[in-house]
């Protein structure tokens, strides 16, 4: 054991700096050649050692458990090297025990200040190479959020810098394949039933320019641009498929249409509006 014990009594101020415990690796190289591998620290648990290999309790409300410094370096791994986990265990945890307490905190916090060009990793890089199958819809990236039931919000992304011109905020890309693919690139399910909720809910600011939702397929033969398919239920009055409407005096219609436009330049024999009732 190695204890450091600090006492005042009476009046005055203690200060003290330093370490309890202090461990270098000094390498100083005057001439040749120098590889030093060594590890500042190492410790190792016997299989039959069911204690933790490294147990930390810092119990100052504003100091750091964990403090680490490192150099710049363009290694592989800079920090965290873990060996192979069985197929249930868990590298790191991070478990935030008090229920009212995290408010404007964070348990994991990544920030990096560069201005440079990211390219082959993200800031964030989550990488499975692996051939992994997912069930119940687990994949390599899982967010489950089991306790909010008010306003919360789950995930959010943001760009917030106020001279954007062509920035992309989101992307979900899938490459790799060209024919064969049967599966769903992104895949949105909601479950209520009579609340007056939104599946998905755009709202855009374009005045002049631009376009809320755009659909772009250059390849299109014999499938479908887009498709709503419905099966079950009886649509009542008061119901729609489609509904589109507008609350404001509208002025335009000289060359496009208000409500609905729909064009085409180049057709010759084509049905461009086709309405069909089997019943």
Request: charged share 10%; glycine share 14%.
């Amino acid at each position: 054991n190695l204890i450091r014990t600090s006492v005042i009594n009476g009046a005055g101020t203690f200060s003290a700096t330093g370490s309890v415990l202090y461990v270098e690796n000094a390498v100083t190289n005057t001439s040749g050649t120098v590889s030093d591998t060594v590890n500042g620290i190492q410790v190792v648990m016997d299989s039959l050692g069911t204690g933790h290999a490294l147990s930390l309790t810092h119990n100052a409300t504003g100091g750091r458990a964990i403090d680490v410094v490192s150099a710049a370096t363009t290694a592989t791994v800079m920090l965290v090297t873990a060996a192979d986990l069985t197929t249930t265990g868990v590298g790191l945890s991070i478990t935030n025990n008090t229920a009212t307490g995290m408010t404007s905190g964070s348990l994991i916090r990544v920030n990096s200040a560069t201005a440079g060009a990211v390219a082959t990793n993200g800031i964030v890089s989550i990488r499975g190479t692996g051939a992994f199958t997912s069930t119940a819809n687990v994949g390599l990236v899982d967010v489950l959020a089991s306790g909010v039931t008010g306003a919360g919000t789950v995930m959010r992304v943001k760009s917030s810098a106020a001279g954007q011109t062509a920035v992309e905020v989101f992307r979900v890309e899938a490459a790799g394949y060209t024919t064969g693919y049967t599966g769903d690139v992104m895949s949105v399910v909601g479950v209520s039933t009579t609340g007056a909720s939104n599946l998905v809910l755009l709202t855009g600011a374009n005045t002049s320019a631009g376009a809320m939702l755009r659909f772009t397929n250059n390849a299109l033969t014999t499938g479908a641009g887009m498709i709503f398919a419905h099966t079950t239920s009886v649509i009542a009055d008061g119901g729609s498929l489609v509904r589109l409407s507008s609350s404001s005096i509208d002025t335009g219609g000289a060359t496009n249409g208000t409500l609905l436009d729909l064009g085409n330049t180049a057709a010759t024999a084509a049905t461009l509006v086709l309405v069909t009732d089997t019943a």
